[in-house]
């Protein structure tokens, strides 16, 4: 089975300043990453996600993911945040069986003005 | 498109009543889940449904029932609350890979007093 650790609970930063939001995942098979936000009072929303490929994904908002196969992380980066990314982020993993997403706690971002 | 929907948005029950949480997606997705979310914890996966007729177990089942006799409906059913059910319940469907994003709803609610 796999698990999802995300190291920080609460994150807050001053706009304009950048984030990074860390994630790692234990799996004994190949996983799928991805990151989701969720917004007060609403469900989750897709940021970004690795499936194959680059290990570099692009997402929405300006946010930004690196797959590290060796060191088991997912970490979500945005060069300079805004207030309106203030919202909690959940990494989430599901392997090539399928049908089972495992999210992490999640990070509550906190942006400053 | 309406997406995912979730009613109700919010409910108290007394211990030992029961209800339905109801979920619909007009996306003609084959895959649905329920998740709860509790503070700190993430999502918690609670059923999912692979298509009309079929459900199986997440990891946390116990005191909820679902059932799927359509593709678009997958209501979860909560037998003699406790306290202990009290969170914010949300579904999700996606496409039937098991890879593509989940879509959620906006949640639901829910005390158990």
């Not at chain 2, 997440?58 to 609350?81: I, K």
Request: glycine share 8%; aromatic share 14%.
């Amino acid at each position: 089975a796999q698990s999802v650790t995300q190291l920080d609970s609460q994150v807050p930063v001053f706009e304009e300043a950048p984030v990074e939001l860390r994630c790692n995942y234990s799996s004994s098979v190949s996983v799928y990453l991805f990151w989701y936000v969720q917004y007060p009072n609403q469900g989750l929303q897709l940021l970004l996600k690795y499936l194959s490929g680059s290990t570099l994904v692009k997402g929405i908002n300006g946010f930004e993911a690196e797959f590290n196969k060796s060191q088991t992380s997912f970490h979500l980066r945005k060069p300079s945040v805004h207030i309106s990314d203030t919202a909690e982020y959940f990494c989430a993993v599901t392997t090539n069986y399928g049908q089972n997403f495992v999210f992490g706690p999640g990070t509550r971002l906190s942006v400053l003005p | 498109n309406a997406g995912v929907t979730q009613t109700p948005k919010f409910r108290i029950l007394k211990i030992g009543q029961s209800m339905t949480l109801q979920c619909t997606q007009d996306m003609n997705h084959n895959y649905m889940y329920w998740y709860r979310q509790d503070p700190g914890m993430g999502l918690k996966l609670i059923y999912y449904s692979v298509g009309a007729g079929i459900t199986d177990k997440g990891e946390v089942p116990n005191g909820y029932n679902v059932s799927r006799s359509t593709t678009e409906d997958f209501p979860l059913r909560l037998e003699l609350a406790a306290p202990s059910q009290t969170s914010v319940y949300f579904c999700a469907s996606e496409p039937g890979t098991g890879f593509e994003k989940l879509f959620f709803g906006s949640g639901t609610q829910l005390s158990v007093l």
